[in-house]
């Protein structure tokens, strides 16, 4: 049995419909909520977005949301009308199989740009998902399996805590499932994630908290730097812990747990990225701003001379100053320091002799 569980009053299913050819493999999910929760999402910043996307923007936020259908083997990108018109008939099988309003449901898909859906495989599983909904870890992670490309294991994450709202002190979930191993770069790169939560919170409340939590761990991650047309992180929360609305500290409580969340699921990405052979973390210290140290994060990240150096073991490690060189970023070299793996190699502009 999975480690990982849903929220209160959330369901999902995972089923195989075809739509990747392959028999037998899943490639449909369902997240559920019983009740109408709020609904946010940060979407990708291709300017060439698939038409679930489009779809998406156009209906969040909202304060009734109820489902999340996601097909994988198919993004559904540059294939104009009609693919818009096949996202939207998605959302209204869904409805009519949940007695729903299709507004209220949003539609996801990864895989091969530039084909059609086969609207007849999916029209006839989405029935079939609904039927296999349930609140147990086993039909949650055969959702975050029915979502995965080239993804080689499934990515999840759980975590619960105790806040207080209007109706006294009571546990809160939040769960995530994503996907995602190539095409990845900060700002949301080949990656989709669905959270749920069964705290109450506004859409507003949810939409602030969800940003905040991605430019932290989603915005800061970084692959071969190939930003995708369907990156797509969804919230839903439905309030049925009971809670009430939040005070103050529990909301940020709770921030702090969605940031775990988040943090976890693009660590678990990167972890899984097509042809990686290392982890990297960089921590600027002593910028002046957050923004400036993800600048000069992000460019040290992004460089390919750095990526084969790692990749080689190669401790050419004046490649890594030049990157925060040239990143834009006013600075002084007599300023800049350098630690690998708790190595001083460069203090105060001037190198430091070590042992390899």
Not at 107 to 114: A, L, P
């Amino acid at each position: 049995m999975s480690e990982f569980s849903l929220p209160l009053g959330f369901q999902a299913s995972g089923i195989a419909c075809g739509v990747r050819g392959d028999v037998g493999r899943l490639d449909l999910a369902l997240f559920v909520s019983d009740l109408p929760a709020a609904t946010v999402g940060v979407f990708t910043t291709n300017l060439v977005c698939g038409a679930p996307v489009k779809v998406c923007r156009e209906r969040v936020p909202r304060a009734t949301g109820r489902a999340v259908v996601i097909n994988s083997g198919n993004a559904n990108a540059a294939t104009g009308d009609r693919g818009l018109a096949d996202a939207r008939r998605m959302t209204e099988v869904v409805a009519k199989s949940l007695g729903c309003n299709a507004d209220d449901v949003l539609v996801c898909s990864t895989g091969v740009i530039g084909r059609f859906l086969p609207m007849e495989k999916l029209e006839a599983g989405i029935p079939e998902a609904v039927e296999s909904l349930a609140n147990t870890p086993d039909t949650f992670v055969l959702a975050a399996r029915a979502i995965m490309t080239t993804d080689t294991v499934p990515k999840q994450a759980t975590r619960s805590v105790e806040l207080r709202g209007s109706n006294g002190p009571k546990t809160v979930r939040i769960s995530g499932a994503c996907k995602g191993a190539a095409m990845i770069a900060p700002n949301m790169a080949t990656m989709l994630c669905t959270i749920m939560t069964d705290a109450e919170l506004t859409p507003a409340d949810a939409d602030a908290a969800l940003r905040v939590s991605v430019n932290q761990s989603f915005n800061c991650i970084s692959v071969e730097g190939h930003t995708s047309t369907s990156d797509t992180v969804l919230l839903l929360a439905n309030g049925a812990s009971g809670t009430g609305p939040l005070d103050a500290d529990s909301r940020a409580k709770f921030q702090s747990l969605l940031d775990e969340v988040c943090v976890e699921l693009s660590t678990a990405i990167i972890r899984d990225a097509e042809g990686a052979t290392h982890f990297i973390t960089i921590d600027v210290i002593g910028a002046r701003t957050r923004e400036e140290a993800f600048r000069i994060a992000k460019t040290i990240a992004d460089s390919p001379l750095n990526k084969t150096a790692i990749h080689g073991a190669d401790p050419n490690w004046g490649r890594i100053v030049s990157s925060a060189g040239y990143a834009g970023v006013p600075l002084r070299e007599e300023d800049i320091s350098l630690r690998i793996n708790g190595l001083d190699v460069y203090r105060d502009g001037a190198p430091l002799p070590f042992d390899l």
